[in-house]
């Protein structure tokens, strides 16, 4: 359906703006009339308000959405009239639209899991499964508060690892601009001014005029070059399974980012994996699910392999050993739960062992990194100081006393 872009008015003559699908003006009128909004204007969505709208629903959006469901379920009210009443109090347009558009599915005859997997790029294969586990176990407020559970640990882990990356980032970031001002601005000033004083040059002077005009010379070519290569690299990746492979098995190789990455996403596949089996979701489903929410295709092979083995008779433990994914000491953990007939208690540890390496491999990275960072920009400042300061003692030598 096409995306909208709309102004529209509330009970109490709020102006709104929003986007919204819908099949045309008039379907759009009746949506939002559903909504409780009284539409004024509206125009068909261009490809980039489309583009940003595909983005769908932020985690804390999803959050919210556990939560009112898991209260809906608690209270035994209506689940038409719950999203209803979520669909009035929502403040982000594009979260309204899809709110309203599967309460419109509800309202046709489909159940939850249904309307909810007609959005792939917002519910995932795991949350649509444990939401179908749900409806028939009857336990949608503890399937619902294991969700808003999960998805709150996912965004503590996230905003963690943001809050390690700001002093490394700033950092780079000052190291980058002292950079680029000393190549770009003050060298070629400090050039005019040594020559036309017809003052020997000094080599480090020297030396930092001739990376400037190179730098200066090279830089239109290696921005359009990069701009066209990471082009290049983002349509092949799309059409080119092997290289978006490739690709991301080359990223968890990396020394200290794909090591941290491998252990991030483990520790929230096995964390939904575990989730999955407590709610009564078989293992070759659950296991398929988690690797599709995996976000990474070398990890989402070696799990889908792991699933054929399990489905042709080897045993959980054995079928992970073959991915060489886990260390010896999770293999063992995991072996203790699936022969004590607790492997979803197993899987838990084997999230919070994954999680906790996770951050302690960024820290220490940081760590090194930070000393790293400072030292280099000190070293700028050094080189920028004395490749200004030794002419200007030159000029000060050359006065007459």
Known sequence: MPLYRYRAADAVGHRIRGELTALNDIDLDLRLRRMGLTLIRARAATGLDALAAWRGASRR???????????????NAPLLEGLRDLIASSDDSRFRGL???????????KLLSEALAAHPHVFDRVFVALVRAAEKSDRMESIFARLEASLKQQEEQHAEFTRLLIYPALAALAVLTAAAVLLFYLTPKLAILVHGLHLPMPATTQALITVSRFAQSLLPWLVASAALALVALIVVRERAPSLRLWLDQSVLRLPVVGTALSKHILARVFDLLALLLESGVGLLDALQACAESAGNRYIRRRLE???????????VTQSLRHQNLLPPLVLRMVHTGEANGALAPALSNVTWFFARDARETVARALKLLEPGLAALLGLLLALLMLAVFLPVYQIIGELPL
């Open 61 to 75: 959006d999803l959050i919210g959405f556990c939560f009112h469901m898991q209260q809906i379920a608690r209270a």
């Open 99 to 109: 709110l309203s558009l599967i309460a419109d599915d509800l309202e046709g005859g």
């Open 305 to 315: 392999d792991a699933a054929q083995r399990i489905a042709a008779g080897e045993s």
